[in-house]
């Protein structure tokens, strides 16, 4: 009886339990990095990967993909910093690109839904064409964004020594769980992920629900986008594209713990730690670069084997 | 109230679906509605359903507690009118619990914004209740057995009180075929608790133990007409399996038009031997289990053409599929001219040895309908016809000729565009001209017009005249009557009748009574 109970622990908290692996190890290497405002300050520095995160869990638990993501934030960043060039308000800047960033995400739901082609490539073209524009806005040179100075506060500082964007990140990520959780249209959205032709079955409006995760998703896109232009100042057209694939890991690692086989946010929040604090901390003892991608790549393939460990086929 | 079918006719291209059907469902009493496969069933529920419609110049009328339609327009429209269906496969998610499968269909009391999951589990938990489904509301459907699951799905459908007072016919369609016969019991008394509350119960069903058992009212369809309407305790098996038999096939004695080649002539194009005559067979199972067959031998020489029959879950879906390598052999051996095939087997492997399979569901598996009509037939072993442009073109002029492949000329023309009959004409040239030891035909008449049936015919008797050994399955079990030297019955995975034409066993009659119940 022990052992299943401590079996399931361990699948219950194995995330959080390598996590602490990773700050024993590292913290005792070098005591100042587990000061909490060098935590912050590594939480600070991978915010566009937070949020792509976010974004890529209402992909992943309706069972899609997208590749325009990492374009999406990417553009939203270079609309912002261009609405600042030509002196729009504060909350244009904001909510411009983010009204964008949402219809992007709806475009690609529109279009895989409706016509039936594959997310994989209805994204990857979106995407391209939003790189596209993002050249153009740019010029393929730099703009620099040096207002609303509440922006710049809020990605920026710090409150206690934590960031005030990873607190945001964090209080986002609470309302994410209730959504996924307790509302009936994130159940839906797992039910849709589950099986489509099953929740069509039940009468669950499966093609809304779909077209709004992928709303969603551009939403959070634009989201990181927005604050990251913040905290950069400058925008670019090929910043955050290689950011994709590894929030993609964190979602699907998040597979690993607390709901083992399901993806769950306060699984993300802590794979995002792992994969930031085990990055860095490598960074920290002088390992080379590829270490890191060596790092988030075994972290991937660790969480796909608990992930088909604890996955159930289904009695047919 | 009743719920009554008059004059339901429903015509597809070609097809007579249904044809002046009429139906009574008295409240309380379970009917059953039975039939070969393209009897009508299926089309039946549908139109109930609100899926398919009947034609427009029908006079068909139907009547659900004193209202009159002549066409339900959508599944929408038949909920309205009290129509609930079960069908085969459940609307229950898999890692979701029986509670939360439940709330999703019928939708999430809420508390604001969030899910009152109190309401949620009282709301399964008076369903369960309700219907005397002893599981707990949190249980989650991967552990739920199949007839849990249906007998879940079926409240799901029913509802509480208050929303069973809205039904007016319950409608089983399959709804026990996913079952295993073990259980069904139970399922079945709950149905009889449906019924018990006056409601009409439709049960489309091929099994004949439990309409016996459970029935009341039966009806027979056979080719889209009814041809037997009355009480359970006025017939017996026997009867039913009578009057389901379809008509003869014409096709099966018919011969077809010569044409100038043979397959020995292919044969020799492409230096193959047939296989020598032989007394000991060149195939044989002993014991074989693998998923629906427990345990299953027989075995078949060269020149014999064996044929398999049995009821939709007693394997003989899966057994071609498992002699092809395509489905994992659990235990067993299965032995090719006298040698063991291996445990891990693959199609690869049984085209080398000999064995060749025309498979069923041709969209899918039979051939590819976005090449030509050439790849195709020379997929098997298209290793030997690169850089042959003569040989090609050589070979595909015979296949065409020998089997009759419309229009001429067309070996370079989509696989996809040809007709149904003409596609298994070629996916025969395509498993035939590499000359195997075993031909096992999946179904090979499905959807083939009549000219091209006689071919196909006339293609296996050929076969079997070379030496080669033929497995046929059917889903028109009847046919094989014209054609089989022997058939096996299956039944829960083994074989468990002979039927030989030596003996006078091997008739339409113990054929179809074999398929039937």
Known sequence: MNESKLKTFISTFSLPLVLLIVIVVFGSVSPQFLSVSNISNMFLGSMASAFLAYGGIFILVTNEFDLSLGYNLCLAMCTAAFLGTIGAPGAIILGIPLLLGAFYGFLNGLIVVRQKISSFIVTLAIGLTLSGIAQVI??????????????????????????????????????????????????????????????????????????????????????????????????????????????????????????????????????????????????????????????????LMFAMWLSAKTSRTPIR | MAVVVKNVSVTFPGVKALENASFTFQEGRIHAVLGANGSGKSTLVKVLTGIYHPDKDSQTEIFFDGHVVND?????????????????????????????????????PTKGVRVDWKKVRQYAQKLLNLYHINISPDTLTDNLSAADRNMVAMAMAMGDETETKATRILILDEADASIPEAETGEFLEHVRHVANMGIPVLMVTHRMKEV????????????????????????????????????????????????GHSILELWELLERTPPGADDKPVLSVKNLTAKRLNGLSFSVKPGEILGVIGNPDSGVKELPQVLGGDLEIVSGEYFVSGKTMPKKLTPGKCFKAGVNVLPCDRPIRGGIMSCTLCENVLMPTQKEFWNKGKLVRRTMDLCIDIFDVQPRDSSNMLFGKFSGGNQQKAIMAKWISPCPKVLVLDDPTYGVDPASRIRIFTAMREAAASNIALIVFSTEPEQLAGICSHVIALHEGQVVAELKESEGTLNRNTIAKWCYT
């Open chain 2, 72 to 108: 339900i327009h959508s599944p929408n429209e038949a909920y309205d009118l009290g129509a609930r269906v079960v069908h085969q496969e459940s609307p229950l998610i898999y890692s979701f619990s029986v509670e939360e499968c439940i709330a999703l269909f019928k939708g999430y």
């Open chain 1, 138 to 299: 740019t010029g393929g040179g730099n703009l620099y964004l040096t207002y609303p100075d509440w922006l710049l506060y809020i990605t920026r500082k710090s409150i206690f020594n934590v960031g005030i964007l990873v607190i945001i990140w964090l209080v986002l990520g609470a309302i994410l769980h209730f959504f996924l959780t307790q509302v009936p249209v994130g159940r839906q959205m797992f039910a849709v992920g589950n099986s489509e032709h099953t929740a069509f079955l039940a009468g669950i409006k499966t093609a809304k629900i779909r077209i709004l995760a992928f709303t969603l998703a551009g939403f959070f896109s634009a989201l990181g986008g927005i604050v990251m232009v913040g905290q950069l100042g400058s925008a670019c057209s090929s910043y955050g594209v290689s950011l994709l694939l590894p929030a993609y890991a964190v979602v699907f690692l998040s597979k690993a713990s607390y709901k083992p086989g399901y993806i769950n946010v306060p699984g993300v929040v802590t794979s995002m730690a792992l994969i930031i604090l085990g990055t860095k901390g490598l960074e920290l003892i002088g390992a080379a670069t590829w270490c890191e991608y060596m790092f988030q790549g075994v972290a």
């Open chain 2, 212 to 259: 016996i058992e459970f029935c009341d009212d039966v009806t027979i369809l056979n080719g889209g007409r009814v041809v037997y309407s009355g009480l359970k305790t006025d017939i017996d098996e026997d009867f039913i399996v009578s009057k389901m038999i379809r008509q003869t096939d014409e096709t099966l004695h018919a011969h077809a038009k010569e044409t």
